[in-house]
């Protein structure tokens, strides 16, 4: 062992410390969720609640996913469909509502449109789709549900199942909106690009 190493080891012996690890820096959030009766002293984690929330205590928000929902499970569908660009939902409704259709024309270049009806996936349409406030809001169902993180549109129905916070938050929080400041509370160092890369609509203008 090198000297320094072994000076500060008989130090720390000396001086009855513990080795710690270094601290994760992920932040740790408290969410509203109130703390069980049962561990209320300690907050010793009590495992799931009847709700299908893994609330250790109260100090996470994660549900337990379904079977062939894991991070892995995402990866793989990522792979196979999302590549194949079958993974954002929602593009029918503009095509079928002809007021949609319209303000979409408009919004978005010719070449943009050109790329999107020869089946382009829109995670390779350069430039990119532009949405604006009022076609995101249209898309507010859990069978086609877009959503606005740091400025981009995303498609999250394919993902929803996959969330490690559950469908329904981001029902109620982000469906047809803009869920930028919400995501950011819960987990701002996930890579949302890199996650939901192929289910990326366009941009967002507002
Ligand atoms: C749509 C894009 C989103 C993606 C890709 C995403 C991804 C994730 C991931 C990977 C985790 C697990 C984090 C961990 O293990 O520490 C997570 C947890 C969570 N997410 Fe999201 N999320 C998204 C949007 C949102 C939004 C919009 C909200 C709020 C409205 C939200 C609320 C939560 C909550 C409450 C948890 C559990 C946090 C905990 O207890 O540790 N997420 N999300």
Redesign the pocket.
Known sequence: MHSASKVMFEQMERNNMDFKAPMST?PR?R?DTPMQASCSTLGVPQGVSSNNKINGGGY???VRLAPGHSPLDWHELVSTKGKAGKLVTGLDKIRNDSESLENFKKLNSPQSLILLERGVPTFAIRPPLRVDEEELARHNTPEDCW?V?NGKV?S?SS?MDF???GAK??LD??AGQD?TM??NR??RW?S?EK??ETCFVGVYVG
């Open positions: 992920k959030i969410i996470r928000n994660k959503t993180i995303f999250i993902y969330h490690p916070g938050i981001l929080k982000s869920s919400l995501f819960y987990h996930i949302v996650m939901l």
